[in-house]
């Protein structure tokens, strides 16, 4: 008797746990309320009508605290939706406005401080995010398709404003690229072919070209983005095949 008892409360304590969900009919409709548990714990409560999700959908960390908020009506996202720190301080909001569509979502940190706003636009089937350096300056701009590719021009800029590099992509794949100097001007600008650099012109920090690369082959001068350090670089067929440190004042042979 004393065994079984043990076996019926073990199976109890194991029904509690993981998924469960109490499902009813009414009028037609089949509804079911269902929780997530661990430890105890209930990681997520949701409900859905006719196997649509509806309501109020809460997620929890394991500690208990509020992880995130969101609402649905018949499967479809509305009204505004929180994520939490587990300090409970809120991360990203996403206020929804129709199933199809989202206005701005925004990212936070720890501190509150925006580290990334997200425009969603369905109906082209093209997403934009911005990121945000600490002291709140604008870091990059990145495109998306529907696959969340990168696609088209994604611009990123260093913390005191200055534009670092810019890239153009196709579903992903980069086939151009701009970086440039602390001073503004650009530094170097390549034009990528079936996964190779087909085509880059080199400069110096007051624009004079110091290379090119055409149909992937070679050779230039490099300068870091601070123009501290210098590089003799040599490509073939789209590669980096050498790569030398300058001394000052050295000035290579580019034939």
Not at 9 to 32: H, K, Y
Not at 120 to 149: A, D, K, V
Not at 166 to 174: A, L
């Amino acid at each position: 008797m004393k065994l079984i008892l043990i076996i019926l409360l073990f199976t109890l304590l194991s029904v509690s746990e993981g998924r469960v969900c109490d499902t009813t009919i009414v009028a037609g409709d089949t509804i079911s309320n269902c929780k997530k548990i661990e430890n105890g714990v209930i990681l997520r409560s949701e409900s859905f009508v006719n196997s649509k999700r509806h309501g109020r959908v809460i997620e929890r960390y394991s500690s208990g605290v509020k992880k995130r908020i969101i609402s649905y009506e018949y499967g479809c996202p509305i009204d505004t939706s929180y994520r939490y720190y587990e300090n409970g301080s809120i991360k990203t909001v996403v206020p929804y406005k129709v199933c199809e569509e989202t206005v701005p979502a925004f990212n936070l940190s720890s501190e509150g401080d925006t580290t990334w706003i997200r425009y969603y636009n369905i109906t082209e089937e093209m997403f934009r995010q911005r990121t945000y350096h600490p002291n709140h300056q604008l870091q990059s701009i990145i495109r998306y398709n529907e696959n969340w590719q990168r696609h088209g021009l994604r611009e990123t800029w260093r913390e005191d404003g200055t534009r670092k590099d810019s890239i153009v992509y196709d579903n992903g794949e980069i086939i151009e690229l701009r970086t440039y100097f602390l001073n503004g001007k650009v530094r170097n600008w390549t034009k990528v072919k079936d996964g190779r650099q087909d085509s880059v012109i080199f400069y110096d920090p007051e624009g004079n070209i110091t290379g090119k690369i055409e149909n992937g082959s070679g050779k230039a001068i490099r300068y870091s983005e601070d123009t501290t350090i210098r590089w003799f670089e040599v490509f073939e067929d789209g590669f980096r095949i050498d790569s030398r440190e300058l001394e000052p004042g050295e000035i290579p042979s580019l034939d």
